[in-house]
T-cell receptor, first 115, second 111 residues
Framework: NAGVTQTPKFQVLKTGQSMTLQCAQD?????MSWYRQDPGMGLRLIHY???????DQGEVPNGYNVSRSTTEDFPLRLLSAAPSQTSVYFC??????????????FGPGTRLTVL | RKEVEQDPGPFNVPEGATVAFNCTYS??????FFWYRQDCRKEPKLLMS???SGNEDGRFTAQLNRASQYISLLIRDSKLSDSATYLC????????????FGAGTRLFVKA
């Protein structure tokens, strides 16, 4: 099992550019999510999905879109990059609901800089 | 006020020391509690779940006090390899997908 994979590992964008961060998991997990991590802020939830075809907003969804066409893949799209989106992005997956499932598996992260 | 609050640290301790991390949470509907470890520039990884009865895993002991909405992590006999950031995590099923991460406490263990 590869677990949760993310690409790219590093990315530099110019303000206004768009791009997609890729996330895939091979554990057949229902739940997938995207977080961003900024210094002193902890991980903040951007969007999440409870299964193929079902997505919802998290705490900081503005400027991002997601889709979940398959169980395995959960891409995150930046529509028009802004310097405030400079961050480390983590994708995670787990099998069950938050209160029941003890473990989230995280990808290695994507370090994004927006100039 | 943040939903999950931790000592920001950093904690600087010598090898062999005992160190305690504290965490408080504000939502009484929280159901599950965890400590994650995050090494520098790496992804978070589950260290241990936290139960009301308290639980131990080798040198690590976690405690939960639901009445006070307080979680703790105790590391005994610190090793250099324990140097990392420790994240307090709280989860619930109400109000949608809710897994809330604290900002983390940085630990440096020195020889």
């Amino acid at each position: 099992n590869a677990g949760v994979t993310q690409t790219p590992k590093f990315q530099v964008l110019k303000t206004g550019q768009s791009m997609t961060l890729q996330c895939a998991q091979d554990m057949n997990h229902e739940y997938m999510s995207w977080y961003r991590q900024d210094p002193g802020m902890g991980l903040r939830l951007i969007h999440y999905s409870v299964g193929a075809g079902i997505t919802d907003q998290g705490e900081v969804p503005n400027g991002y879109n997601v889709s979940r066409s398959t169980t395995e893949d959960f891409p995150l799209r930046l529509l028009s990059a802004a310097p405030s989106q400079t961050s480390v992005y983590f994708c995670a997956s787990r099998q069950g609901e938050a209160g029941a499932s003890p473990k989230q598996f995280f990808g290695p992260g994507t370090r994004l800089t927006v100039l | 006020r943040k939903e999950v609050e931790q000592d920001p640290g950093p904690f600087n301790v010598p090898e062999g020391a005992t160190v305690a991390f504290n965490c408080t949470y504000s939502n009484s509907a929280s159901q599950s509690f965890f400590w994650y470890r995050q090494d520098c520039r790496k992804e978070p990884k589950l260290l241990m779940s936290v139960y009301s009865s308290g639980n131990e895993d080798g040198r690590f002991t976690a405690q939960l006090n639901r009445a006070s909405q307080y979680i703790s992590l105790l590391i005994r006999d610190s090793k250099l390899s324990d140097s990392a950031t420790y994240l307090c995590v709280v989860a619930r099923n109400t109000g949608g997908f809710k897994t809330i991460f604290g900002a983390g406490t940085r630990l440096f263990v020195k020889a």
